[in-house]
């Protein structure tokens, strides 16, 4: 509290001196202080002209006093009341306001006592304040609140009541979309998409070669198809049919989901000669979920000891109902290799397509679906096309997954450039920036540039906010799991009695300032392929790793060729580069080569793979492995004395092999191991030997003389080596 000691009396005007004068301030407002003991006030105007008179007066006696300088003293600068209790910073303060605002908020952003403003409140003449009876009375009048400003010494600065709710902004998807469906006056007829599937090695592309008069199959690596690829053929009648050809490995289920759901109608190739095997049965699968039509072609019936019978007996076992055998499915046997009843397969295409009644739109923007990308040298990034709806030309606009594309070049599977395609075919589509788009996204065509960066950051931001959201369900678990811990702890602490319990207890174990490494070996890799779809592929076969023993780390994948970016990281965690149908540009290679990087490039998916469950093996850690040397039985237990004492000695026949001196041996009574380890005498009648063999008798003692023997104890000689182990892995081919 602050006191005022003499001085002058504020209510009279006239100088005390004779008495002390004690008063408390009680609060200080801009231009009067105010004092407890009385009801005293101060002008600080009326405090800076005496002060101002008093320097003059000081002025004038100095200049009548020059000569004599002996009678001057030192002055006392005298105290200013108004200087040292106003706070001049508080008058020009800024203060946020708002209308509703009530008088404890006002009193606690100004920091001042709520019964000062609510004073000046009821000092106003003008103002109705009658309905204020409370501090937490809201002040909605502009005007009081400029008052208070002014009286209290301070700016008002009209703010949003922050303690209002503020209404969510409403969230406007700016997604493309597809069109609804088109009025059926505007459709028109469309040729078919046809996809091909069936098991590995059955002919799907040798039809395919023979429908195109090409030979596809022999680009492929292997000698099998490891990419899905779609096709247009001009048939003998003129019309055009799109073919897509799906893998038929298992690594590539995916891509066969992709061609059925893409599709209108189904042909399953199946071998004359092996029947429906497991990739045969998935395929089934798929064209079930997809609810696509499909038609049986039985191939390879020219080759010896093909059982068309018999594969029609397989399909009837799982639920195949033929037209042979009173269903609705179609079945030919064919040859694709000598262009056996192709015609016939051909004809049953066309005619069921003519019983779908397939029908499009072809005005508006482009509607699609990506059957495969891949970054291509010269070209870069390109995705191959199927149209399903309106019309796509070059110059125009189109999205598709979080990536966008002004149409460069439209080419047909032959590498002609076309000026537009229509719904049911398909194109290689050049021009695709930041990224090439997901095999099996959407491709929907926008009107301008600006409207396609709009849907991508649309997408993207979506794409965050899904994955902020799913941190914060593993945030949370988090925190529980860490607040359980603490808990733990805590009731722990209390029972120990002690208030900081010292380390070294198990439930307060020092925390280690650096993470320990791992034990476990880790192999890591990096992942490049041609196109979307092998990465795919070789990233699920990789999902199907499920071994502790090695811990598999996939470090990057991505579509095109090796990059030093990929150096790089292969540099820091000591990773293996599988190029899988691409390759390493010459610098790339010469730089790996420099830094001892791993760059293995592949053709066919299993020698990848097989290759990458050798290095798994490489890192397991040897296994031991006992070979079995001999075996014998105790015959009798024998107590020889050395020093004095008394050791059990097994009389032993041996009944197989031999038994050496320097190897382990192990006895087993009935079920039960008894001893394990290392012998300590093997003798021969008297003599100490190196190894007894089959058919001979011999005592043996072992290294612990507790051990008692008992006729019939079984004995095995072995030794034991340590083997390289083989990984476990099964990816399912």
Not at 320 to 328: F, I, K, S
Request: charged share 30%; proline share 4%.
């Amino acid at each position: 509290m602050l006191r005022l000691i003499a001085g002058r009396c504020i209510r009279t005007g006239s100088r005390v001196a004779d008495f002390p004068i004690s008063a408390d301030i009680l609060r200080v407002e801009p231009g009067t202080i105010t004092f407890n003991s009385a009801c005293f006030s101060v002008s600080a105007r009326a405090f800076a002209n005496k002060k101002k008179k008093k320097k003059d007066l000081a002025a004038d006696a100095d200049e009548a006093s020059v000569g004599n300088t002996m009678d001057k003293r030192p002055r006392r600068r005298k105290f200013n009341f108004a200087e040292k209790y106003l706070d001049k910073k508080t008058i020009s303060e800024h203060v946020d306001v708002w209308e509703g605002i009530s008088i404890n908020e006002l009193a606690e952003r100004n920091r001042r006592d709520p019964a000062d403003i609510l004073e000046v409140i009821f000092s106003l003449k003008n103002s109705d304040t009658r309905s204020i009876k409370s501090e937490d009375h809201p002040i909605h009048d502009r005007k009081v609140l400029s008052i208070l400003a002014g009286k209290l010494g301070y700016k008002n600065r009209f703010v949003g009541n922050p303690n209002k709710a503020k209404p969510e902004p409403e969230l406007v998807n700016k997604d493309a979309v597809r069109r609804p469906a088109a009025d059926s006056a505007k459709l028109v007829s469309r040729s078919p998409v046809v996809t091909i599937m069936g098991h590995i090695d059955h002919g799907k592309t040798s039809l395919l070669d023979n429908l195109r008069k090409s030979r596809i199959v022999d680009k492929e690596h292997g000698g099998i198809t490891q990419h899905i690829g779609a096709f247009s053929v001009t048939l003998e009648t003129g019309e055009t049919v799109t073919f897509i050809d799906t893998p038929g490995h298992a690594a590539f289920t995916g891509m066969r989901s992709r061609g059925a759901n893409a599709t209108d109608i189904v042909i399953l190739i199946i071998d004359a000669c092996e029947g429906i095997l497991e990739q045969t049965k998935e395929s089934l699968r798929i064209i079930r979920q997809s609810r696509a039509p499909f038609i049986v072609a039985i191939n390879k019936i020219d080759k010896k000891g093909a059982d068309v019978e018999g594969v029609k007996a397989q399909l009837a076992e799982e639920g195949v109902r033929l037209e042979d055998a009173g269903g609705d499915i179609q079945c030919v046997p064919i040859s694709a290799l000598k262009g056996t009843n192709v015609g016939k397969l051909v004809e049953e295409i066309l005619t069921l397509a003519e019983i779908l009644e397939l029908k499009c739109d072809r005005s508006g923007a482009a509607e699609g679906v990506v059957i495969e990308s891949q970054v291509e040298q010269g070209l870069g990034r390109t995705a191959t096309v199927l149209l399903q709806r309106g019309s796509l030309k070059t110059a125009q606009y189109i999205v598709g997954d979080k990536s966008w594309c002004k149409v460069r070049l439209l080419m047909d599977d032959r590498g002609n450039r076309l000026k537009q395609i229509l719904p049911s075919q398909a194109a290689k589509v050049v021009g695709w920036r930041e990224q090439a788009p997901s095999a099996g996204s959407e491709v929907i065509g926008v009107e301008s540039e600006s409207r396609a960066k709009e849907v991508v950051a649309w997408r993207r931001s979506q794409e965050v906010q899904a994955n902020a959201e799913l941190q914060l369900e593993s945030i949370e678990q988090k925190r529980k799991l860490a607040k359980d811990k603490y808990e733990e702890f805590r009731r722990k602490k209390l029972e120990s009695g002690w208030f900081k319990p010292r380390y070294g207890v198990e439930w307060n174990q020092r925390p280690k300032e650096t993470e320990e490494a791992s034990d476990i070996p880790r192999v890591s890799v990096i992942i490049k392929g041609d196109v979307d779809g092998s990465v795919e592929a070789i990233l699920n076969c990789l999902d199907t790793y499920t071994s502790s023993d090695v811990e598999l780390d996939i470090v990057s994948f991505g579509v095109g060729q090796v990059t030093e970016t990929d150096l790089v990281l292969a540099e820091k965690f000591d990773a293996i580069i599988y190029a899988f149908n691409t390759s390493a540009p010459p610098p790339v290679e010469k730089s790996a080569a420099e830094n001892r990087i791993s760059i293995r490039a592949f053709n066919v998916i299993y020698h990848m793979i097989t290759d990458l469950k050798n290095e798994i093996s490489d890192h397991l850690p040897p296994v031991d492995v006992e070979d079995v040397l001999g075996r014998g039985a105790v015959q009798q237990e024998f107590l020889v004395t050395i020093d004095k004492q008394k050791i059990p000695v097994a009389g032993t026949k041996v009944t197989q092999g031999k038994i050496l001196r320097d190897a382990k041996v192990r006895i087993t009574r009935g079920i039960e191991v008894v001893y394990e380890g290392e012998l300590a005498s093997l003798k021969h009648h008297k003599d100490e030997v190196g190894e007894v063999t089959g058919g001979q008798e011999c005592g043996l003692r072992i290294e612990d003389d507790s051990i008692n023997f008992v006729p019939g104890d079984q004995i095995i000689s072995y030794r034991l080596r340590q083997e390289q182990r083989r990984t476990d892995w099964d990816p399912g081919f």
